[in-house]
């Protein structure tokens, strides 16, 4: 089990994605604001694996939930 603190650069390297600070910052201007209709995990800019990842996590609640939900603030600015 991972116990390591995880952070939105380690959400986004656990999604297969380019995690600097900078490509973040990106993509949540590229992809933003998302509608609130529309769960995180459904959105259209995610490939099927991400979004399983994301959906798992947060019925989970797993110790992703919690920066996982922080990306989602962060898309409905």
């Keep these: 089990?991972?116990?390591?603190?995880?952070?939105?650069?380690?959400?986004?390297?656990?999604?297969?994605?380019?995690?600097?600070?900078?490509?973040?910052?990106?993509?949540?201007?590229?992809?933003?604001?998302?509608?609130?209709?529309i769960a995180l995990q459904d959105a259209p800019f995610w490939s099927e694996s991400q979004s399983h990842f994301l959906e798992e996590g947060l019925e989970e609640d797993s110790d992703w939930a919690e920066i996982i939900d922080e990306l989602d603030a962060m898309l409905r600015h």
């Design 1 to 37: 089990m991972d116990t390591s603190k995880h952070s939105l650069n380690t959400l986004f390297e656990q999604l297969g994605m380019p995690s600097d600070n900078a490509s973040i910052e990106k993509f949540v201007t590229r992809h933003s604001p998302l509608p609130r209709e």
